[in-house]
């Protein structure tokens, strides 16, 4: 059934316009582990030092103090570390040897506390385009990334997963931003206040992009409040491709943007959303793209106490 958001979605007065085998295993008996049902109550983060561990062949990283940044070079093979405790400064992962393939970075967060209140401040950069950024909580774990500016920036994948809990806050830019960016496994992300929007790139999905048995799904929480634009962004791309995907299992939840969703291709949801405090169109493109964007409702949507029936939408 084809509906216009023009005729048939006013809601409430507002027009709708498992890790792969990359991850680490944790040292922990994770067997009797429950995930998370809430973030609620995860403030209390670390305050002990930092401590950054390489594992298996990854090299140690060099420290700037006077910058107080942490460098970590790509190689051809995907490398992991192991990160926790408390640090103010950034975490720059470079490709200085240009290497036309190389692995995927990944950091096994264990109950970490990440600051960069410099002005703009981000705390981790990842500059290269030919393979991208894999930040995974640890079971049980509690972990916060802030900055001033932008928490995780990467310039081409970004997999965020686990079993454990990851705050993103940012004060003056996006939360999160990447080309596509990936949520899986049982993690329960919040962001906690952007400047900008909450997670923002090219496309959105709740799953780690394999196929088959390698293939895991999203079964955690996403809550994201306060956003000072998009709660999700995904329309980051000059032939305007962004796309966001919210499979079966997914809990969404959001409270204060401007839009809930914006993409210029796709929406599907099958999981659950609801959305509060929502002040412009909940469901948007950009102003500058002049096609036509379906959203497929399978799932549950919410946006400001008005449940959206489910079907499919052009907009």
């Not at 994770?30 to 390489?54: F, M, Q, R």
């Not at 995927?104 to 600051?115: I, K, P, Q």
Request: hydrophobic share 35%.
């Amino acid at each position: 059934m084809k509906k216009t958001l023009l005729a048939t979605m006013l809601l409430g007065g507002m027009l709708l316009c498992g890790c792969d085998s990359l991850i680490a295993t944790s040292s922990e008996d994770s067997s009797e582990y429950s995930a998370p049902t809430t973030i609620e109550d995860s403030n209390s983060y670390s305050d002990k030092a930092l401590e950054v561990k390489p594992l298996g062949d990854a090299a140690a990283p060099t420290f700037d103090l006077s910058t107080k940044t942490y460098s970590f070079e790509v190689t051809e093979n995907d490398i992991s570390y192991e990160l926790s405790g408390a640090f103010e400064g950034t975490f720059a992962i470079n490709n200085t040897a240009d290497l036309e393939d190389h692995g995927r970075v990944l950091f096994v967060l264990n109950g970490v506390n990440l600051t960069n209140m410099a002005t703009e401040g981000v705390v981790f950069s990842y500059n290269s385009k030919k393979s991208g950024l894999v930040l995974q909580a640890n079971d049980g774990t509690v972990n916060k990334i802030a900055a001033d500016g932008i928490p995780v920036s990467c310039n081409n994948d970004l997999h965020l997963c686990g079993n454990g809990f990851l705050t993103l806050s940012s004060n003056v830019d996006h939360a999160a931003k990447a080309d596509d960016i990936r949520v899986y496994d049982r993690l329960a992300l919040k962001v906690n206040g952007s400047g900008k929007d909450g997670l923002h790139g090219d496309n959105f999905f709740t799953d780690n992009g394999k196929d088959g048995g390698e293939k895991v799904n999203f079964s955690g929480t996403i809550d994201i409040k306060n956003a000072g634009k998009q709660a999700f962004d995904f329309s980051d791309s000059s032939s305007w491709d962004g796309s966001i995907t919210i499979g079966t299992g997914t809990t969404i939840t959001i409270d204060g943007c401007e839009n809930a969703f914006k993409t210029d291709t796709n929406l599907i949801i099958d999981g659950s959303v609801t959305g509060v405090h929502i002040d412009n169109d909940p469901i948007c493109k950009d102003k500058n793209y002049s096609g036509t964007v379906n959203a497929v409702i399978s799932g549950f949507v919410s946006f400001n106490g008005a449940t959206l029936s489910k079907g499919s939408y052009t907009y």
